[in-house]
């Protein structure tokens, strides 16, 4: 499922759902890992990966204290910088990851890549979420994805997280 989408183009209510609740903001927290694999100190841990289109990956881990942390919590404590685009009757998608596209005027532009979500649930496979980032309740071991893929085609989603404490 695209996370970001052509709004010229036709969709389903539940990929425009995915694209109204990615929402984010950018900004780390002392909860982020300063390595790829390595995690702090918390009684449960979440990862976020991000697969860039050059194919560079960036991973972090967060810890949190309660059973669950939804996905925008998980964003915002992982440090990785975002942005995002609120579009009217739409909500928030995100339009940028760890400066990927280095800039934009707009998140949705004609023929270009977009960042791809995808959710692995305690070390399982990925696969593409029925809502978007933001709504996403993630457990411990849980994990969110992202890939900057072309318009077109469609690439394997980024590798699952190296997993470590």
Do not use: N
């Amino acid at each position: 499922m695209r996370q970001c989408i052509r709004f010229g183009a036709s969709a389903s209510l539940a990929l425009v759902l995915s694209v109204v609740a990615a929402c984010g903001g950018s900004g780390g927290h002392p909860t982020a890992s300063p390595g790829s694999a390595g995690c702090p100190a918390a009684p449960h841990h979440a990862y976020v990966v991000v697969q860039h289109l050059s194919g560079g990956v960036l991973q972090r881990c967060v810890g949190f204290g309660g059973s669950t942390i939804d996905g925008d919590q998980l964003m915002a404590r992982s440090g990785i910088e975002y942005q995002t685009q609120t579009f009217s009757g739409l909500g928030k998608a995100v339009c940028q990851i760890d400066r990927e596209p280095a800039h934009f005027s707009t998140c949705f532009p004609k023929d270009q890549p977009y960042w791809a979500l995808y959710e692995s649930r305690h070390g399982g496979p990925w696969i593409t979420p029925s809502t978007g980032y933001a709504t996403l309740v993630l457990g411990d071991g849980d994990a969110l994805g992202w890939r900057y893929q072309p318009a077109s085609g469609s690439p394997a989603p980024p590798p699952l997280p190296r997993r470590g404490r």
